[in-house]
């Protein structure tokens, strides 16, 4: 069984644009938090993670596909899963939706890197474990 | 010959992250100018566009690849391109690069709608000349 | 007794800048949502006020004085209350705290303007209502 | 004579929300890069002083009255100068302009910080020589 992080958005006027709908950038915050709570809720603290471990998991490919238009002051779900996860990489999965009605799909690969410098390394048993990357392939 | 548009950005304070780099919404932003730019340069102004066709071409797929992180400050030159542009759909490839160096691809995928109601409709005639259509499937 | 709306407000990752604290601009998304949160406990949708009295309350004055650095992931508290109200303006004040110490002090002032002209008219009874106005100089 | 720097921005989609005017927080990212591009014309680059003084210059008051409002794609013109220099802090006045038009004002407070532990120092000499200080108060 994958494992599901729900997380719960409310639509803002600064995410609005002219067209009177979310701006497609927008949503890459939403997944980014759901990404954030989704890790949380596996035991790992995004924050800690970075301080103590001196790394960073940054997103290195992002593919969003954009169903219908959500607006201001809509109540978003934001469900989160572990597409694929390996030793490089960690591929996370979302769908927004309002109610039933779908609005997005995204797919958002992180890489982990060793900071500050940036390089890249392997991704560390905490993050797999929570990933469920002993599944993975 | 495709045509290719340039566009040049000065990265924002704003625009990083506590990680020290661009934060991976930010490209977005970036892209969508260089966009506008793009057809201003083929002759079409997309302000009026909206305003007198009563149209607008939202975004409904993204896919972004990072290659190398930008930094605050970092003279950037986005590229942007028509990589497919039909009846239904328009796809805007877009290359970041810092100098020589690339730093991101990007695929737009942008569809017409008909506002305020945001119903699906044809590309409409100057956008398919502005894209170089006579070419797409 | 001056009604006190709390709004609470997890710090994104997004929101923070190369200095590693919350960027000085954040701080208008979570006053301008905690706004809306205050109009809500009182009893104004502001969605539905915006689409049925083709009104608006666009932001005229902006005051932020920031005394203590947010960081990624703090839990804030956004308290807000109306400072003054009238018929031409109401002014939002707000708190950002982080547990005990006060990291934010704003000032929001807001207009009423008809829509989609922007033509300046009175504040509107229910706003007057929500906002406490009976009682403001 | 006070130096004025000025600084163009061209509107972005994402700059603008479902009013169909640029949201009130856009204006402090405009009036950020107006700041670097007014200490970069007077010889200080920001970028180099971070990360070579090991400093930063955060934003610790704003204060911004909005005039009229900016659409998408409007051009738009940052004036910059400073309003007051001393030991302790420097304010940053700027006018947005669309033409002759006064949109919006805006001062901004920066003070000096020692990185990364962001304890409060005195503003720099070369901050100061930047910023005309020598008539300062």
Redesign the interface.
Known sequence: MTFRATHAV?V???D??????V???TY??YL??AR?EYLRERGV???RFELEEKK?L?????????RA?A???DALVVSTWVGHASRAKVRFDSEVRRGAELLLTGEITLACVV??E?RICSMPEEVIAACGGEHAS
Do not use: I, K, W
């Open positions: 409310r803002g006027y600064v609005t644009d002219r067209a009177g709908v701006h497609h950038s890459l915050r980014e938090q954030v603290d995004y924050r960073a940054p997103v290195v490919r992002v593919a969003l596909a954009y238009p607006r201001f002051d900071m500050p940036g």
